[in-house]
């Protein structure tokens, strides 16, 4: 069972994956929206309330993460204690290594968050 960070701002992104790399489940927050879908594509978690826009900010990444990924799994039977808090920690290596990435001025991305929002970095 993996989460893949599939973008890491404008929208950050995730793909929750089986262990045979099946996507059986997808998170997305873009202008301030957060919806998980299950494999299906059904949306089975959203929120709207969030100071997030492009990318989480603060707790609120675990606080709409945790129990979006916590439906997923119970939605395939494979609701297991602190797995949902597993996943996202594997991932948290990755998100910062891309977003520091992101940062580097020696790249040819654009570096102004809110133009990088509207272009998608990735």
């Known amino acids: 069972m993996e989460l893949v960070l599939t973008s890491s701002a404008c929208p950050e992104q995730y ?58 799994l119970a939605a ?12 996202l920690a594997a991932t948290r290596s990755a998100l910062a290594r891309q977003l520091d990435d992101w940062d580097d001025p020696s790249d040819d991305r654009p570096h102004d968050f809110d133009d990088a929002c509207e272009e998608g970095i990735q």
Do not use: K, W
Not at 76 to 87: F, Q, S
């Open 15 to 72: 793909s929750l994956r089986d262990d045979n790399g099946a996507e059986i489940g997808f998170f997305r927050l873009r202008h301030g929206h957060f919806r998980a879908e299950d494999g299906s594509g059904r949306t089975i978690y959203e929120a709207s309330d969030l100071i997030s826009d492009g990318v989480f900010e603060g707790s609120e990444r675990e606080e709409r993460m945790l129990p979006a990924i916590d439906l997923v």
């Open 76 to 87: 395939h039977g494979l609701r297991r204690h602190d797995l949902a808090a597993e996943l």
